[in-house]
C-alpha cells in the first residue's frame, strides 16, 4: 500500500483583519485549519495583546499582580510598560471601573482614558467594557467617538447591545468584537444581525466566549473548532471573521492560578502553575481557531510566542 | 470498510442459542455493528466468517494496550478527527524520559515521582502513565540493569524500552517481559531483529522512520514479520512537523481507512524550555498522540496537562448537566450554610470548587435548569421564585438543617423579595455574583 498524502484544501477563507493606524498588527488571512500551512495559505502568525486595565488590579492574584505592581495605578503607564518594556504587539484595555458594581465611572471618564492611552502608545488599541451589558453600550459609544479614526477593536458587543455599539463602531472606523455565549448558532446568528446593520462583515471578530483549561476549556475549544470548520469547508461567510480568545480574565481568577503549593502541594510550584494555565489555555486555543489573544502574564505571552515560533 | 448489521447477521450461525448474552443472533449483530460486542462471545462462529467480519470490524487505528495489570493504558481505537463528532476514545498516555545515563540517584527520583504523581481531579484518578527508558549510555549491560532496577521499584507502571540496538533491546525486554512492555524500536537498519525480540517477548514495537512513506513502508514490512501490536514514530520533533505528520496520519487511518499507518502515535515533545515542552506536550494531546515523551514531571506541569487530557477527551455528546440534588460539601453541621445555584456543569464545578476553596463545609442545593447557567436559566424562566420554592420546599432540607437562610446568587438578587413572599419563615440572603467571591463571602458569614 503506497502512501497517499490526505491533503485538504477548503473553499472558504478566514477574513483578514488589519488593526491600528501607526505602528499596525494583521491577522487572519488563512485557508486552513489552524497552522496546517503544509496544505494552504498561513499568511499571519496569531496577535498577543497584553491586557491593560483602568483600575488597580487588586483581584488579580499575585503571581500576575506584581508584574505590574510598579505600573497598574495608571492605564497610560500601565500600556506604556507593555508596549516598551515586554514588547507587545497591541494593547487589550478593559474599562473595568465603569462596572456599576465598582467605580460605575462615566463613560466621559471612560473616553479620557482612551485618549490618554492612545496619546501614549503607538501599537493598536482594544478598547473593552466591563461586560456590562447595559453601561457597555453608553460606555463604548463615547470611547468609539474618543478613538474616531484609529482603528481600534471595540468590544464586546453582545446580543443585548450590539445596536448602539456597532452602530458606534462603524461611525468610527472601527473593528468589533461580536460575543455569544459558547453557541455557534447564538455566534453566528449575532453576526448576521450586526451585519444586517450595514456593519461590514470583514471587520468582525468572532468571540464564542473564553474558558480556562479545566473550567470548560473543552467547549470553547470545539465550538471554536466547529465555527472554523463551516468557514473553510461551507464558505460560510457569517464564520469567516477571525476569532479572539480573552485568556487572561478567564484564566487568573480560578483555583489553580490562586492555591497555594503549601495548601495543595500535589499541584506544585504556584507561580509556575499559574503562568503555565494562561499558557496552555491559550496554546490549546491556538490550535481550536484562535487569532487574536488577550494575556496578562508575560513569561505566558513569551512561551506562547514560542510555541507559535515553533509552529509556523 | 464496516459492515450493516445485517450483513453481519448473514455472516452468523442464525442458531439464535443465545450463548454470547444476547436474545438473538440478530440482536448480536446490531451490537457488533455498533462496536458494542465482541465477536468472540459467539462460540459457533465459522473461521470464514470470523475473517471477514474481523477484516471489517478491525477499528481504523488499531487497539494496543501499553503494559499489562492495573495500569495498563489503552491507546488507539480512536474513530474521527474533531471531538464535537465523537467522544475520543482512549486518553494519550504520558511518559516521562529517564536515560540510562543518568546517576542511579537521579534515576530514582524519577521513579518516585512518577509513583508519586496521581492527582484526583473531578473524580478522575490521573497520573504519569509511563516510563520512556532509553539506551543513552550505549552500554547493554547499564541499560538491562536500569530497566530491571526501574520494574523491580515500580512494577506496576507500563514500560517503554527504547534502544535501536538489538542485543540491548533483547536483554532488556528479557527481563520485563511480563510487564508487555513496547519496544521502541524498529527502524530501516534493524527491523529483522527488532521483529523478531518482540515476537518472541510479545512486547508490542515501536516503529520509526523518517517522513510517512518510509514509515508506512516499515509498518507493512513489520506486519509481514508477524509483529501486529505497533506504535508509530514518523520521526517529527518540531511543533510544526509534529501537526502535520499527526494530522496525516489520524487522516490516513479515518479517512482513507490507510491500514499501514493506522497505529497509535508516539510524540516526542522533550526541550529544555520546559514551559515550551508543555505547549507542545498540549499539542500532542489536542493532536492525535497516543503517548506524549515527557523530559520531566514537575508537579505544575503535570496537573495542567492532565487537565488538559480530560477536558479533550470529555465526551461532547454528554449533556452538560449535574443531577439535581443538594450536594454536601466538606462535612456540613445542621448549622451550615445553604446554598444555591443551577446545574449546568461547569456552573456546578466552578460553585462547588470555590465552595471547596473557602474550607467552609456547606450545603449547595443544585436545581435543574436543564443544563443552563444562573444568568441564561434566569432568562428562560427555569431559575424562578417560584420554581426555587418549590424545590427547596420538596427537596425535605428543612428537616436536615436548623436554619432556613438560603444563599443565591449575586445575578438574581432580584429574586430574593419573591422567593421569601413563597417560602414563609425563610431569609433570602443575596451571595456575590461571580463564584469566586464565595470563599471571602462565606468566611465572613462562619
Known amino acids: 500500500m503506497a502512501f497517499a498524502i490526505p491533503k485538504e484544501t477548503f473553499s472558504g477563507k478566514v477574513f483578514e483583519v488589519t488593526i491600528g493606524t501607526d505602528r499596525t498588527a494583521v491577522f487572519g488571512g488563512e485557508n486552513v485549519l489552524p497552522f496546517h500551512a503544509f496544505e494552504g495559505s498561513v499568511p499571519h502568525r496569531p496577535v498577543i495583546a497584553y491586557e491593560v486595565q483602568d483600575i488597580v488590579p487588586d483581584d488579580w492574584p499575585e503571581t500576575v499582580k506584581k508584574v505590574y505592581e510598579s505600573v497598574s495605578g495608571d492605564p497610560v503607564t500601565w500600556a506604556k510598560y507593555c508596549q516598551d518594556t515586554l514588547n507587545a504587539k497591541a494593547i487589550a484595555l478593559r474599562l473595568l471601573s465603569t462596572h456599576p458594581d465598582r467605580e460605575n465611572r462615566s463613560p466621559e471618564d471612560a473616553a479620557k482614558t482612551v485618549k490618554d492611552v492612545l496619546a501614549a502608545i503607538n501599537v493598536p488599541l482594544i478598547i473593552l467594557g466591563s461586560n456590562h451589558v447595559e453601561k457597555d453600550s453608553s460606555v463604548l459609544v463615547a470611547v468609539s467617538e474618543a478613538a474616531k479614526d484609529k482603528n481600534c477593536i471595540i468590544g464586546k458587543a453582545q446580543e443585548g447591545n450590539y445596536k448602539t455599539i456597532a452602530a458606534a463602531a462603524m461611525a468610527n472606523n472601527h473593528k468589533l468584537i461580536a460575543m455569544s455565549e459558547l453557541d455557534i448558532n447564538l455566534s453566528k446568528q449575532l453576526n448576521i444581525l450586526i451585519t444586517q446593520m450595514g456593519f461590514d462583515k470583514e471587520k468582525l471578530i468572532t468571540d464564542p466566549m473564553c474558558s480556562a483549561l479545566g473550567y470548560g476549556l473543552e467547549y470553547t475549544y470545539s465550538v471554536m473548532e466547529r465555527i472554523r470548520l463551516a468557514a473553510l469547508t461551507q464558505n460560510d461567510a457569517t464564520m469567516q471573521p477571525p476569532m479572539l480568545a480573552d485568556v487572561g480574565m478567564y484564566v487568573w481568577k480560578i483555583k489553580e492560578t490562586q492555591a497555594s503549593e503549601s495548601e495543595l502541594p500535589l499541584w506544585g510550584s504556584l507561580a509556575e502553575r499559574g503562568i503555565t494555565w494562561e499558557a496552555t489555555t491559550a496554546a490549546s486555543l491556538l490550535m481550536s481557531g484562535a487569532e487574536l489573544l488577550i494575556m496578562r502574564h508575560p513569561e505566558a505571552v513569551k512561551a506562547v510566542e514560542k510555541f507559535i515560533d515553533e509552529l509556523m | 470498510m464496516a459492515l450493516t448489521g445485517v450483513e453481519i447477521f448473514k455472516l452468523l450461525p442464525k442458531t439464535n442459542c443465545k450463548k454470547c448474552g444476547h436474545p438473538t443472533c440478530l440482536a448480536f449483530a446490531m451490537k457488533l455493528a455498533q462496536r458494542q460486542a465482541s465477536l468472540d462471545a459467539c462460540p459457533d462462529v465459522s473461521d470464514e466468517a470470523k475473517r471477514i467480519l474481523g477484516e471489517a470490524s478491525a477499528p481504523p487505528i488499531r487497539p494496543i494496550t501499553l503494559g499489562a495489570g492495573d495500569k495498563a493504558v489503552k491507546m488507539g481505537e480512536e474513530t474521527v478527527l474533531f471531538r464535537h463528532e465523537k467522544k475520543f476514545v482512549n486518553p494519550c498516555a504520558f511518559a516521562v524520559e529517564i536515560k540510562d545515563s543518568m546517576s542511579d540517584d537521579e534515576i530514582n527520583k524519577i521513579v518516585d515521582d512518577v509513583l508519586n504523581s496521581e492527582i484526583d481531579r473531578v473524580g478522575q484518578k490521573l497520573r504519569i502513565d509511563a516510563i520512556f527508558v532509553s539506551n543513552a549510555s550505549n552500554d547493554a549491560g547499564r541499560f538491562e540493569g536500569v530497566v530491571k532496577s526501574i520494574a523491580s521499584k515500580a512494577p506496576a507502571v507500563p514500560l517503554i524500552i527504547a534502544t535501536n540496538n538489538p542485543a540491548a533491546a533483547d536483554a532488556a525486554v528479557k527481563a520485563v517481559a511480563d510487564k508487555k512492555p513496547l519496544l521502541y524500536g524498529a527502524d ?80 516526542f515533545v522533550q526541550r529544555d524550555d520546559k514551559m515550551l515542552e508543555t505547549l507542545v506536550a498540549a499539542l500532542g494531546v489536542t493532536k492525535y498522540a497516543s503517548i506524549v515523551v515527557l523530559s520531566s514531571i514537575e508537579k505544575w506541569k503535570n496537573l495542567a496537562l492532565f487537565t488538559l487530557r480530560q477536558n479533550i477527551y470529555t465526551d461532547p455528546q454528554v449533556p452538560m448537566q449535574v443531577e439535581q440534588k443538594i450536594y ?20 456546578y464545578f466552578i460553585v462547588s470548587g470555590e465552595i471547596e476553596n473557602s474550607k467552609v463545609p456547606c450545603r449547595l442545593a443544585v436545581m435543574d435548569c436543564e443544563g443552563l447557567s444562573v444568568l441564561t436559566a434566569w432568562a428562560a424562566g427555569k431559575f424562578t421564585a417560584s420554581k426555587i420554592a418549590q424545590f427547596i420546599q420538596e427537596s425535605g432540607i428543612e428537616n436536615e438543617i436548623k436554619h432556613k437562610e438560603l444563599i443565591i446568587p449575586g445575578y438574581v438578587a432580584i429574586l430574593s423579595g419573591a422567593i421569601e413572599d413563597k417560602l414563609p419563615g425563610w431569609k433570602v440572603t443575596v451571595g456575590p455574583r461571580e463564584a469566586n467571591g464565595l470563599p471571602a463571602f462565606l468566611r465572613s458569614k462562619a
Open chain 2, 328 to 347: 454536601k460539601i466538606g462535612e456540613p453541621t445542621p448549622e451550615s450554610p445553604l446554598t444555591i445555584t443551577t446545574n449546568f456543569s461547569l456552573t
Open chain 2, 188 to 267: 530501516e537498519s534493524n527491523a529483522e531483529a527488532m521483529a523478531n525480540i518482540a515476537k518472541t517477548y510479545k512486547a508490542s514495537l515501536g516503529v520509526t522512520a523518517k517522513g510517512l512513506d518510509a514509515l508506512s513502508a516499515l509498518t507493512e514490512k513489520i506486519k509481514g514479520l508477524g509483529v501486529e501490536d505497533i506504535v508509530i514514530d514518523s520521526g517529527a520533533r518540531s511543533a510544526k512537523e509534529i501537526l502535520e505528520a499527526n494530522t496525516y496520519i489520524r487522516r490516513a487511518a479515518i479517512k482513507k481507512n490507510f491500514k499501514a499507518l493506522g497505529y497509535p502515535v508516539i510524540t
